[in-house]
């Protein structure tokens, strides 16, 4: 069965870039652990211990391929009140906001992002529970989507 | 700041910065010299007990004359911090906020804007209470911390910033709002109102003897001598109901139910950890018999060598009990123009008044045990409540059916259905989908094989109902404008089974809207259509329908 499409507004997917960035971090830190890890099993003299990398290299291919599917799986569509924003593979979720209801704003860029020229855009609303965050936005495209969000906003703000 | 604020009775909100009552420094701060006592027992009780220490020779260790120097030292000390930050502490009122700014080292200022005011709670805890003095919370909504407490003023005085702040956040601004009291403020007397007003009423004569007088001292006399007669009916200050004077009168208020003492010792006693409490020695005694355990010595070993984590564990059983019976004691609600009036409390009492629209979503609530009863526990979502959840969020600590029913009509006047009382019990206790209740698909069970059958959601034309539960009951009622955002949420079983996750996105508190295990198509149907619902509930949303339909 297919999931939810919203019946006017097209799903955007986010930049592709963004697995480019997400893989880089992880693998950062799994290469460092691969390699403390090999050269403990050889310092140490134990072939055995070799599991470890080999184990952390299959890990990291795994949650590459992960990451792949997420970003993949993550979009976000403006409907004409709503924002909606969709994202995981194995656990789905589909988030509706409604442009009356934002709070505020933020669109934040972490160095890596900013090297890929991607952004995050959070939607706050009164509840702590509506998790509305849309990773991997080209940069241009943020700032523009974030003015349009907040000028919606201002139009149908309502009180909580 | 040219002199302490003179207790007078001619109170009235300041516009400019002024300090708390000078008690403050008195009534708080209490707690840190109990934190003190508290791990001083919980270090030396064990050995006391075990025998370990027979001649206590800590006191030969310390000589009762050192102990009582220590002892005053702290109390100084206390007392001079207290004072410290009392001294540092102001606050103020305008036409658009509360400001109150404190700090000894760092200073800092917090203004409450009164466009997103939330709700206003007096609050009392014992020692204020038996001085006659309170504390106000202003809650607004924007983010945790941004609500601002000023703790303490004369009750009388709280209870007048709290009508002043009311009328201010009404929309009524002008020149002598809080001065003088406004054409429609005027204030009444306690007689000329006892026909049509609850014995609950807080306002009494402004006009009275004792406000003539004015001077410190005579203010000071004045207010002992009033507090003599207050505590000459304790049964007033006990259950809160106590009538203080204001200068702006309160709005009038109708009380709507009230929970007798027994009703609530009983819900108490009929909860979980109360069964445990009396069953798990029940239980027990046969097993200690057939063992031939030595009871008495088992229990002298027990008690020997962990006492302190048995008081632990008990306190942890009472600390739910007293919070229980503390926090729903002499529970009372009214509805007035101001919102709605909750009062509780036996030795901290809390008076809250939460303006109309201004509860965000319902929750009733059956244990197992209350179904004989047909006792409702009846939660709140208030933005700005957040934190404290326990003891304010309640709107009912335990209703029977109709005064549960009364309580959704209170926040919710028109459900938006031509049979409310029907559909609302078919929402608490019915099952599959009586009434027009969309259910979960029966292949659910399989993830889901108990309360399946009971699980059921339907939207009225004001709010959406979610109903499940099949040993203890719930029903959660979110009105459409209260909603903030939505979401719909599928894991890998559920995806197996076509089912999904509708969730409603409430502010901060103990209600959390989920529709469970509904036919995918079903739920996004649902999501769209309350989508539709939340955006149509935005546009007609006006706070004034509220006091229509009370008919105040």
Do not use: C
């Not at chain 1, 211990?49 to 993550?74: D, E, K, M, N, Y």
């Not at chain 2, 769209?528 to 339909?549: C, I, K, L, S, V």
């Amino acid at each position: 069965m297919t999931w939810y499409e919203h019946s006017s507004a097209p799903w955007v997917p986010v930049s592709r870039r963004l697995i480019r960035a997400r893989t880089i971090t992880l693998w950062i830190w799994f290469g460092l652990l691969i390699v403390a890890s090999s050269v403990l099993a050889l310092l140490g003299d134990e072939p055995l211990l070799l599991i470890v990398p080999a184990v952390l290299v299959a890990l990291g291919l795994w949650f590459s391929w992960i990451i792949v599917r997420q970003v993949t799986a993550h979009a976000w569509a403006e409907a004409e009140d709503e924002l909606l924003v969709r994202r995981g593979r194995l656990f789905r979720s589909v988030t509706v906001v409604p442009y009356g209801r934002m709070q505020f704003v933020d669109v934040s860029a972490g160095p890596l992002q900013r090297a890929f020229g991607i952004a995050k855009v959070q939607l706050h609303t009164a509840s702590p529970h509506s998790d509305a965050s849309i990773s991997g936005v080209p940069a241009d495209e943020a700032a523009r989507l974030r003015d349009r969000l907040t000028t919606r906003g201002e139009a149908r703000l309502a009180g909580l | 700041m040219p002199d302490t604020p003179v207790p007078s009775t001619e109170y009235s909100a300041p516009r400019e910065w002024t300090r708390l009552h000078p008690i403050t420094p008195l009534l708080g701060g209490w707690g840190i010299l109990g934190l003190v006592a508290a791990y001083f027992i919980y270090d030396r009780l064990p050995g006391w007990v075990a025998g370990d220490d027979p001649t206590f020779d800590f006191f030969d260790q310390f000589p009762v004359l050192w102990i009582l120097l220590a002892a005053a030292l702290g109390v100084a000390l206390v007392i001079g911090a207290g004072v410290l930050q009392w001294s540092r502490t102001e606050y103020r009122i305008g036409d658009d906020a509360v400001y109150l700014r404190q700090g000894i080292v760092t200073r800092q200022q917090r203004q409450a804007r009164l466009d997103r005011l939330q709700a206003v709670d007096v609050v009392q805890p014992l020692l204020a209470r038996l001085a006659g003095f309170a504390a106000i919370n202003i809650q607004v909504a924007g983010g945790q911390k941004s609500g601002v407490m000023l703790k303490f003023l004369r009750l009388g005085d709280a209870e007048a910033l709290r009508n002043e702040i009311l009328y201010l956040a009404a929309g009524v601004t002008g020149d002598d709002a809080g001065g003088e009291p406004g054409v429609d403020v005027t204030p009444v007397g306690g007689d000329q109102v006892a026909g049509d007003r609850v014995p609950g009423d807080q306002v009494t004569d402004a006009t009275e003897a004792a406000a003539a007088s004015s001077g410190v001292l005579a203010g000071l006399g004045a207010q002992l001598s009033e507090r003599a007669q207050a505590l000459g009916r304790p049964e007033d200050v006990l259950r809160g109901t106590e009538r203080v004077r204001t200068r702006v009168a309160a709005a009038p208020e109708r009380e709507v139910y009230s929970v007798p003492t027994p009703r609530l010792l009983l819900s108490v006693l009929f909860s979980g950890p109360a069964v445990f409490l009396i069953g798990a020695p029940l239980v027990s005694l046969p097993f200690l018999f057939l063992l031939h355990v030595d009871v008495f010595a088992a229990v002298g070993a027990v008690l020997g060598t962990s006492l302190v984590a048995i008081l632990s564990a008990l306190a942890g059983f009472l600390g739910f009990f007293w919070q229980r019976i503390n926090g729903g004691f002499g529970f009372t609600a009214a509805v007035s123009p101001d919102g709605l009036r909750m009062r509780h409390g036996l030795t901290q009492t809390r008076r809250q008044t939460v303006p109309p629209g201004r509860v965000q979503a319902i929750r009733l609530y059956q244990p197992l045990l209350w179904r004989r009863k047909d006792w409702w526990r009846i939660t709140i979502n208030v933005a700005g409540y957040g934190e404290d959840q326990e003891s304010v969020s309640v709107l009912h600590p335990v209703a029977t059916r109709e005064e549960a029913l009364t309580a959704v009509w209170l926040i919710l006047p028109d459900l938006g259905d031509p049979d409310p009382a029907g559909t609302l019990s078919l929402a608490m206790t019915g099952r599959g989908d009586d009434g027009g209740f969309l259910t979960a698909p029966p292949r659910s069970k399989r993830i889901d094989p108990i309360q399946w059958r009971y699980r059921g959601v339907r939207a009225t034309e004001r709010a959406l109902l979610i109903r499940s539960g099949r040993f203890t009951k719930e029903l959660v009622v979110v009105p459409h404008e209260r909603t903030q955002s939505l979401g719909l949420q599928q894991g890998p079983l559920d995806r197996a089974l076509g089912l999904a996750n509708v969730v409603v996105h409430s502010t901060q508190g103990p209600v959390r809207p989920r529709a469970e295990h509904l036919d995918m198509q079903d739920a996004f149907a649902l999501l769209d259509a309350q989508a539709g619902r939340a955006r149509e509930g935005r546009r007609r949303q006006t706070p004034e329908q509220w006091m229509r339909a009370v008919g105040l």
